[in-house]
């Protein structure tokens, strides 16, 4: 399906004032998720934040974007100016309808949420970690870390 066809579809049957696609490009907010489409060629990208990097456990969280990225359907990328965690899924113009486009969508959404919740209870416990840690030994008695 033809990109603009595709966003003003999607705006009619769901009632979304003011979304167009401009410069091969559209964004719109779902469940309070914005939710970003660019378009080249048949290619579609359809990302969404998640959320900044945690301060600790950086290393730790990014491993489980890398692991998921094989599950997902979809990618994890950071987006260079912001420095925030972006998930990134890419479609095919051509084989999109209005149904098969709207469950890549919430899919995409549902994904997002989960992830932004992950993020969100993975800062404290990666905190707490730290906290317990501090000054103590790193090794233990039987050779490996502590934690």
Avoid: C
């Avoid at 486009?101 to 899919?107: G, N, Q």
């Amino acid at each position: 399906m033809e990109f603009e066809k595709l966003i003003s579809d999607f705006a009619e049957r769901h009632s979304v004032p003011n979304l167009a696609a401009e410069n091969n490009a559209a964004a719109l907010e779902v469940d309070g998720i914005v939710v970003t489409l660019v378009t080249a060629g048949d290619a579609l990208s359809v990302s969404a934040e998640i959320g900044e990097p945690p301060s600790e456990g950086r290393a730790e969280f990014a491993e489980l974007m890398l692991e998921a990225n094989l599950q997902s359907g979809a990618f994890f990328a950071k987006e260079p100016e912001s420095g925030a965690y972006v998930l990134v899924r890419r479609l095919q113009l051509p084989a999109l309808d209005a149904e098969s486009f709207d469950t890549a969508l919430e899919e995409l959404v549902n994904l997002s949420e989960t992830w932004r919740r992950l993020l969100a209870d993975f800062r404290p416990v990666a905190k707490a970690a730290a906290e317990r840690t501090e000054g103590a030994p790193q090794f233990g008695a039987n050779g490996f870390v502590q934690v």
